[in-house]
């Protein structure tokens, strides 16, 4: 019997129940939201195979994914008490290639192999043990950034509200509960009840396909429109916060995540409506002064020329696909992180609550 | 033989070399930019059909396309010196009928009734080939706006120059040249060489579906954007002019154009970028004050839900769906029409450039 889905929806969690030693499940992120499938992953190649396309996606995700694939990988080879280290080393190897741009993919695995090296000369039973709550605590501490999120930002959504959001930053792209998602869920958890309009978000649709599939679960009112909307419903009054996630955070606030996300600040601003960025404080790069610094990926030409199989556009037309992009310190009214609300956002500001010497 | 393919591109033409009688010819655009495939409308059916499934779509060129298909009813009938009245009024009755709300249409068609009643006592033949050229004229008074408005608005698109646009206001929607792309069509002719940006328009894809489609096709550098990356063209330094089509402009200016337009206007505003909206008299109403008296059609959720057939987003998902947004006056820095460039957009200039009093 398959696992089924956890409540408060999780992508990846590990089910203990599964013969003989407990598999790696996750939300097959790939079909949603048509069909919701829960794959179980008892063998190294597909978890490698689930990171690799996307069926989990999210970097705090991707990261528990790995940490649980380790255990995948430790029961799937002989439990030999000897050789468990090799067994390891060549799983982490191996989980490192599937996704090579993915940092917490690396800082999960490495975490891995740091608790495993303390724990040489112990049996494999032993190990694995402490392994295995090792790959919880990774799962459990991010959770518990998720809330501590939702927490520091769930005052800003009262009831009647009209909140805006752009691409996923929901459950499915972290253990739980997520980062903007988290500040709503939240606020729905407080019983408020308020409006949230998704943006669907071209080209990979993470809006429509994730975020309106998870709010909708959730029993949260969520309305779906297109990127082009978000003027006309700020304009129409329909909208008076908007909170988004974010992929790297620069010391001074700069901040880089799904592109789309700058006009929406930039029509936030020009509308009066405050913009907020949820993040934990994981997702700060203090080492880089601002936002000219974090590269941006460019992506290939068939995500604009087709959507999910269909041609859209005319064979070998130019198109121009950033990732991301990165929306300047002025536009965020403030940062939500799990260390805080960051607000004004200054330099000073978010060393004080993030930097190496934060409480 | 089908008819070939006009150069310059034209959605709508009369083919007299089809026998008996020659045909309306017409580009499928519901199958555009996969299939390029010219339909021969030798019935009135299959003219009523291709308004109504929108393989003709586009103010004027639905209104060109409904005065060729009277003729394509009156050939199809019996020839009659003494009852060609009465299937002349049938023709355009039914004509009608095919899409309710689109104004060109009736005007076409009333055109087309008030030319035939002149024509009383006639014989079929002398009916007939008054009312072809009749129907002639529309197409040609329309390319000649169009030209016109390519005239008017072309020395705004400099060498080097980088254009942004928003849906199709192209040779597709107009009989030739269209509106927004005469400018470009005529700053192209001219030898200048820029490069268009091409939102793709959600939800219904005109930009990436249509406006791709002729730009590649005339030779013009286009690239294709999501909708969502019109702010980070514009702060990259990528894009110097904003042009998009019209369709409805209030007597001070503000201008009803496909979702989205007004959101791009903010952003062009933001980024110190003038916003132009290039339209033929015909499409102002100044009996209107302003954009607030300007109804906007809601459409349906599927567009929303789906793309081309294939489900983006969770069944049942609550959706806003405007088919247009109205960008007020003082965000347009120029209305490039027919009669010439209206700059600064105030009601004293349109009354002055397109009022009953103009020349």
Redesign the interface.
């Known amino acids: 019997m398959p696992s089924p889905v956890q409540n408060p929806l999780r992508p990846v969690w590990w089910d203990a129940s599964i013969a003989p030693h407990g598999a790696l499940c996750l939300i097959d992120q790939t079909l949603l ?2 069909e919701t499938v829960v794959l179980t992953c008892r063998t190294l190649e597909s978890v490698w195979r689930a990171i690799k396309t996307l069926q989990v996606r999210g970097a705090p995700a991707i990261g528990v994914a790995a940490a649980y694939g380790v255990i995948v990988g430790l029961d799937e080879a002989s439990h030999d008490d000897r050789s468990w280290p090799d067994t390891l080393k060549k799983v982490c190897d191996h989980l490192a290639t599937s996704r090579p741009t993915a940092v917490n993919l690396f800082w999960a695995i490495d975490r891995m192999r740091k608790s495993a090296a303390g724990l040489r000369g112990q049996s494999w039973m032993t190990a694995r043990t402490a392994l295995l709550q090792e790959a919880h605590a990774i799962r459990d501490e991010d959770a518990a950034m998720c809330r501590a999120i939702g927490q520091a930002g769930q005052h800003l959504v009262k009831s009647g509200t009209g909140v805006l959001t ?1 691409c996923n930053a929901g459950a499915l792209a972290t253990s739980e509960y997520g980062t903007a998602l988290a500040v709503m869920y939240t606020a729905h958890e407080a019983g408020r009840l308020f409006k949230v ?1 998704v ?5 990979l ?1 993470q809006g ?2 994730l975020t ?2 998870e709010l ?1 679960r959730a029993g949260i ?13 700020m ?1 129409e009054g329909r909208v008076q916060l908007v909170i988004t996630g974010a992929d790297r955070i620069a010391a001074n606030g700069d901040t880089a995540n799904k ?2 996300t ?3 600040a ?2 936030a ?2 509308h009066g409506i405050p913009f907020y960025v949820a993040a934990p404080h994981t997702t700060f790069d203090l080492s880089i002064p601002d936002g000219k610094a974090i590269p941006i990926e460019l992506r290939g030409a068939d995500e ?2 087709s ?16 990732a991301f ?1 990165v929306t300047p310190a002025q536009y965020i009214a403030g940062l939500i992180t799990d260390k805080g609300l960051i607000t004004p956002v200054t330099p000073e500001n978010i060393r004080r609550t993030i930097g190496p010497l934060a409480v």
């Not at 943006?199 to 080209?203: A, G, K, S």
């Not at 969520?222 to 909307?229: F, K, P, Q, R």
């Not at 959507?307 to 950033?322: D, F, K, L, M, W």
């Open positions: 939201p048509t752009h309009f943006d669907e978000t071209r080209p649709l429509s396909r309106a599939w909708q009112d969520a309305t779906l429109i297109c990127d082009n909307m978000a003027a006309v419903v304009r592109i789309g700058y006009g929406v930039v029509l601003r020009a604009l020329r959507v999910r199989g269909q041609s859209t556009a005319p064979a070998g037309i130019p198109v121009y696909n950033p992009d």
